[in-house]
């Protein structure tokens, strides 16, 4: 018997018993087994019955990915430090575990107590890319909770996604009770409060979900109704219930610097992808490069202070033991005060095993300045620089001002600084893309190359050239575009390739990395997907869709066998160019960015027009900033890192 908690909230059962006891036999029979045993530093464990609600928090992948996802972290801390509230991850399985869970009737657990999903009074999802939905369906069947919305009741969670992969959720519209638009960290707890009073008041499920459709920023999707004109294109998306606005607008965290999350980020106790203390610098991007669904979607430009930041730096260091600091943003090397705040973070940690890198850097704005700050101490992380479109034409299509001459520069930088391998990445695809303009990526990587072995004085440097076939996206300038085809894709990675090796002296210090382009059509489908894709993904999970964004377990014929089978035609979707005229799955979903604008944008384009950064020249009138109340950060916002504790306090 469990003992009765002092602290327990009245009228509410004890917790579920931990699975472990039966779960811990099947691990020696898996790959992997670390990844679901839990037990991570600075994880926690807060007792059932003291909370009034209760989170379970999903990545829908591996936990080798899902772990170090810097959102779920923050989430989990910020609903963990409530009193009335407990949070716990749970991550997709391996198809081993899946199979051994069916068969021993074990459901899909939570790793920090190892408690059935099924249990808990919300399942939060964080998605980044659409590639994650059949990894859904699979968590939610093996939580017992029925696929379908329409078949819940009070016995299952309340099913909410969030993230930027859940841009546009109408493709599993039928699938989740909620989603979330914006940052999570304020509208976490505005969901948690609501819950929290309806289980109280014992309003049933149908009227939680109109309480948090009635706050205007919670997407309730069976609470909207879908027409079509006899063509196939979208006719309307109405509210059928009163509570449900006419548009659902995103959430916006004002001042970043008074929530300094993750505090005291999760150590994985088996490999993952990143291992580092990753501190988010600003969030959102002004730069308005069109293919971008994050920087659109993030706006407006929010910067973390510089004593905000080391204190970051110093507590998430002291909190885990990394060695490695990651500084985040979509473009990092844009805060305004990067100068001083590598500058000040070298010297604090000068003489250490702390190394700090950039993840992502912009072309135009590295300098050998930073590249000295980065390398200082002797560790350098590795350099990616994103140029983005193989000719300068094309980089004004998608607005990436950066030319050759100001990769050629800061390869320079790099090379004499002392890296001598760097990473490059472009797209593939791009609208209005032609074979010259890919084969330039080429005539750019030997001229890298070139440009190395000058500055470093060697042979002996590398550069990667990393290819990913573009997608529009939801929500830019491109949600309009036409997409390319998978053979097309192909075709030119075959020419660029060939391009690269013409020159055989350069071309063996040029690798090539990409994917073939079925994936990027798969994505394609379900980022501009209505309802009626549903069916297919329902279809494909049946068949054995399972981790689709791994290449070694992704199939693009049985994507495309259940499009058959449901009557779709995947071109459609991907390949057809939409009109000014036409209604789209996600206009009911508020964003901030304004639809003429960005139909602007995307004539600009076409036209080879560029746009400036709005955070140095006059406001374009996108419309997020319009009644937020959040203003762009241009900095200063603090010129020194607060000092280190004093050891002798401690």
């Given amino acids: ?34 990844q679901y045993v839990g037990g991570e530093v600075n994880s926690r464990v807060k007792d059932w019955g003291s909370v009034a609600v209760r989170w379970a928090l999903c990545y829908p992948d591996a936990y080798e990915v899902g772990l170090p996802n810097q959102g779920l972290q923050i989430l989990y801390e910020v609903i963990n430090e409530r009193p009335d509230a407990l949070a716990e991850r749970t991550y997709a399985v391996w198809p081993d575990l899946e199979a051994l869970l069916r068969e021993h009737r074990l459901p899909q657990f939570t790793v920090d107590a190892h408690r059935p999903v099924g249990a808990f009074d919300l399942l939060g999802v964080s998605v980044s890319t659409e590639l994650g939905f059949t990894n859904l369906l699979t968590v939610l069947d093996l939580a017992g909770i029925p696929l379908r919305s329409s078949e819940r009741d009070e016995r299952h969670p309340i099913v909410v996604i969030g993230g930027h992969g859940a841009a546009n959720p109408e493709p599993i519209a039928d699938f989740i009770d909620a989603a979330v638009l914006g940052d999570g960290e304020q509208a976490v707890g505005m969901i948690t409060d609501a819950v929290r009073d309806a289980k109280r008041d014992g309003a049933s499920r149908d009227e939680t979900l109109a309480r948090l459709a009635a706050t205007g920023g919670v997407y309730v999707p069976r609470f909207y109704d879908v027409s079509y004109l006899p063509d196939g294109r979208l006719a309307a998306v109405t509210p059928n219930r009163a509570e449900a606005p006419a548009r659902v607008r995103k959430h916006t965290l004002a001042d970043l610097d008074r929530w300094p999350y993750p505090k005291a980020p999760l150590v994985p106790v088996a490999q993952t992808v990143h291992e580092r203390r990753s501190v988010e610098i600003f969030r959102g991007c002004s730069r308005g490069c069109r293919f971008c669904q994050a920087g659109m979607i993030t706006r407006p430009v929010r910067e973390r202070s510089l004593p905000a930041i080391g204190a970051m730096v110093a507590d998430g260091l002291a909190a885990t033991g990394f060695d490695e600091v990651g500084l985040l943003s979509l473009s990092a090397a844009d805060h305004s005060e ?23 850097t912009r072309v135009d704005v590295f300098n050998v300045d930073l590249a000295g700050e980065l390398s200082r101490n002797g560790r350098r992380s590795g350099l990616t620089f994103a140029p983005e479109g193989g000719s300068e034409r094309l980089r004004r299509v998608i607005n990436k001002m950066v030319t050759a001459d100001d990769l050629i520069r800061t390869v320079t930088a790099a090379y004499g600084s002392g890296w001598r391998a760097v990473k490059l990445y472009f797209m593939c695809g791009l609208p209005t893309e032609t074979d010259a303009d890919v084969a330039e990526i080429a005539s750019l990587a030997h001229d890298v190359i070139r440009a190395g072995r000058q500055a470093s004085g060697s042979r002996d440097v ?24 998978p053979e097309v894709i192909d075709a030119r990675l075959r020419l660029l390739r060939e391009a690269v090796n013409a020159n055989r002296s350069l071309g063996r210090a040029v690798a090539i990395r990409y994917a073939d382009g079925a994936p990027s059509a798969i994505e394609g489908l379900l980022s501009r997907g209505d309802r009626r894709l549903g069916a297919v993904i329902e279809r494909v999970w049946r068949g054995g869709g399972r981790f689709d964004g791994w290449r070694e377990h992704f199939s693009y014929e049985r994507w495309m066998t259940a499009c058959r089978d449901c009557g779709i035609d995947p071109a459609w979707y991907t390949t057809r160019e939409r009109g000014a005229d036409e209604a789209l799955p996600w206009d009911h979903l508020d964003y901030g960015l304004d639809k003429q604008w960005l139909w602007d ?30 203003e762009i950060q241009i900095g200063p916002t603090g010129r020194d890192l607060i000092p280190l504790p004093d050891e002798s306090d401690a």
């Fill in 1 to 34: 018997m469990t003992a009765a908690c002092p602290n327990a909230v009245p009228g509410h059962r004890p917790g579920p018993e931990s699975l472990f006891p039966r779960l811990e036999p099947l691990l020696a029979l898996v790959g992997r087994p670390a």
């Fill in 338 to 360: 990067i100068g001083p705040l590598t500058r000040q973070l070298a010297d604090r940690y000068a003489g250490s095993r702390v190394s700090l890198s950039l993840p992502s």
């Fill in 462 to 485: 590398r550069v990667t050239v990393s290819i990913g076939a573009f997608v529009p996206k939801a929500h830019t300038p491109f949600q309009w575009a036409a997409q390319a085809a």
């Fill in 601 to 630: 944008e995307w004539q600009d384009a076409l036209g080879e027009f560029e746009r400036d950064d709005c955070r140095w020249s006059p406001c374009s009138d996108c419309g997020v900033c319009d009644g937020l109340g959040v």
